[in-house]
């Protein structure tokens, strides 16, 4: 499968859950990015890994917890949410960090509508 | 405080007339933006960019504009069709040669969701 993937695409989770989301790229990008977007909110940067370094947390609450293993794989681990983090979470890739301006901006995958309970 | 505004959250258009979608911004460093499209269930593609040594960038259907001045954008879309019913983010960037900058993310608006009617 090319492009971004993520799974799962649809997840209902109550509040004192651990469920992780999972982003796959076969694109050969060396960046990834976790997104969330809320209604009528503009799309909120959450974390970015450059070469499976995280280079950015925006200030993101403790209860999600990124993870790259490689630079094909990020995760994002969920644990004791809240009814307000029910979003949709949005996972991006692009060859780098300072490439993304090179090559279009990010490639994004589906997304996966996160409500919790 | 945004950066990046797109203040019509919704825009109707009758097929084959023009939609046009703005987009403002405040960031004075910001020189390339991005125009995505999103569909429901389905994440952000890349439609169209421009650069600020440019004013107009073409692609088919696609044109956007850009008023460095005014810190304004806009992306016209004509004939519009069915299939271009979708929600529509801008997205900027600040100038890549700038060592501040360096790597920095792209900034993004809230959507604007267009509907073209048949």
Redesign the interface.
């Given at each position: 499968e090319t492009g971004?993937t993520?799974t799962p695409?649809h997840l209902v989770m109550g509040m004192t859950n651990k469920k992780s989301l999972k982003c796959e790229q076969h694109l050969g990008h060396n960046a990834m990015?976790w997104y969330k977007q809320s209604a009528?909110?503009?799309?909120e940067?959450m974390f970015?890994y450059?070469f499976k370094e995280q280079?950015?947390n925006n200030s993101v609450p403790s209860r999600f917890s990124p993870e790259c293993p490689n630079s094909s794989h990020l995760f994002l681990h969920l644990h004791t949410l809240q009814p307000e983090d029910s979003a949709l979470y949005?996972c991006?890739s692009s060859h780098?960090?300072?490439m993304?301006?090179v090559n279009?901006?990010?490639?994004?995958?589906?997304?996966t509508r996160l409500t919790v309970v | 405080d945004?950066q990046?505004k797109q203040n019509s959250?919704s825009l109707s258009v009758q097929e084959g007339r023009i939609s046009i979608l703005n987009c403002d911004y405040t960031n004075s460093m910001f020189d390339?933006f991005?125009w995505?499209k999103k569909y429901p269930?389905?994440?952000?593609?890349?439609l169209i960019?421009i650069s600020s040594i440019k004013d107009k960038n073409e692609d088919g259907r696609f044109t956007v504009f850009l008023n460095k001045s005014a810190k304004h954008l806009s992306l016209h879309i004509v004939p519009s069709q069915p299939g271009d019913s979708a929600v529509y983010?801008c997205?900027a960037?600040p100038t890549?040669f700038h060592p501040d900058n360096?790597?920095q993310?792209?900034?993004?608006?809230?959507?604007t969701r267009l509907s073209v009617l048949p």
């Open positions: 971004v993520q695409r990015y009528k909110k503009p799309l940067l970015v450059n280079t950015e949005l991006a780098s960090r300072a993304a301006r279009y901006g990010y490639t994004f995958g589906s997304g | 945004q990046v959250p390339y991005l995505y269930a389905e994440g952000p593609t890349f960019s983010f997205a960037s890549y360096y790597g993310n792209f900034v993004f608006g809230p959507g």
